[in-house]
């Protein structure tokens, strides 16, 4: 029984120790990357517009993307669109309880964080024939996060796009960003966002 207890306290502790780790998260992110500290804003567009992401320079990647989303520089706006399929590194405390942190892609939070004015790039990569699934998904993401007020308005500013491109490839990718965005609608606005999906009518 003694033992049991013992565990028992242990697990807590762990838990407690990794979720304010967690929580500590973005403070941390101050410190990860020494050579890109003193940058200005341009610099570090300069920077991610110039980098190919690699083990060694991930944890550099993340700082630039996440001190342009926290000053919500707009024109980054491009560079981190090309992004949002970056996954940053996990920290020690996420590897040992995987599943923790759903902040996992951070050119997709700091365009959440820009708002409004990244809405046109958001939507080329909704529309773009990208090759990856995760930078699609999470600018769709982004453009509900943008209407998160207003989520039949989101979905149907999409419907909108797609009844109005002439491009199969498009409206078959805009199509399925529709389904996408559905799964943001809470109960209350599900009926709205279903009716959004087909008449493109908020």
């Known amino acids: 029984m003694r033992t049991t207890k013992v565990a028992v306290v242990y697990i807590v502790l762990c838990l407690a120790v990794t979720c304010r780790a967690l929580g500590q998260e973005h403070d ?14 341009p610099d570090l567009v300069q920077y991610l517009n110039g980098v190919t992401p690699a083990e060694e320079n991930r944890w ?3 700082w630039a993307i996440h001190k342009l989303g926290k000053e919500r520089y707009e024109p980054a ?3 981190l669109v090309k992004l949002l399929d970056f996954r940053r590194p996990q920290t020690r405390g996420e590897e040992t309880f995987h ?18 004015k ?16 995760a ?5 769709v ?4 996060e943008i209407y998160k007020y ?28 529709i389904q996408k965005a559905l799964s943001y609608c809470g109960r209350q606005d599900e009926a709205a966002c279903q009716q959004a999906a087909v008449t493109g009518v908020p």
């Open 28 to 41: 941390r992110f101050e410190n990860v990357c020494s050579s890109l500290q003193n940058a200005t804003p």
């Open 60 to 62: 550099c990647i993340t």
């Open 77 to 79: 706006i491009p560079a």
């Open 99 to 116: 599943g923790l942190s759903e902040e996992l892609f951070p050119a997709q939070e700091a365009l959440e964080l820009i708002g409004t």
């Open 118 to 133: 990244a809405q046109p790039d958001v939507l080329l990569a909704i529309e773009g024939d990208s090759p990856s699934s």
């Open 135 to 139: 930078a699609r998904d999470n600018a």
């Open 141 to 144: 993401a982004v453009w509900m």
């Open 150 to 177: 207003e989520r039949p308005k989101g979905v149907a500013a999409l419907k909108q796009e797609e009844i109005k491109v002439d491009n199969e490839g498009i409206k078959t990718r805009l199509a399925s960003a």
